[in-house]
């Protein structure tokens, strides 16, 4: 979804500058959320599959590759 995102005729340069950056902090922002919900309502299951998605995410990185 991202790179079709990013192929929108409408943008401009401008709009990718940091793209994957910015990109991977909304990925944290939402793995945060998640976390927050899962602590809130209990649910240990969920809470730990998405601390270690979570992980994952943090030691990957912005996704470089997917940049011109």
């Known amino acids: 979804m991202w790179q079709l995102t990013r192929a929108a005729p409408d943008l401009t340069a401008n709009d990718l500058i940091d793209d994957a950056w910015r990109h991977h902090c909304y990925e944290l922002h939402i793995g945060c959320t998640h976390l927050g919900w899962n602590a809130w ?15 994952h995410v943090l030691e990957r990185g912005p ?5 011109d």
């Open 41 to 55: 309502t209990n649910n240990t299951t969920e809470l730990l599959a998405v601390a270690h998605h979570l992980e």
């Open 63 to 67: 996704l470089a590759a997917l940049h």
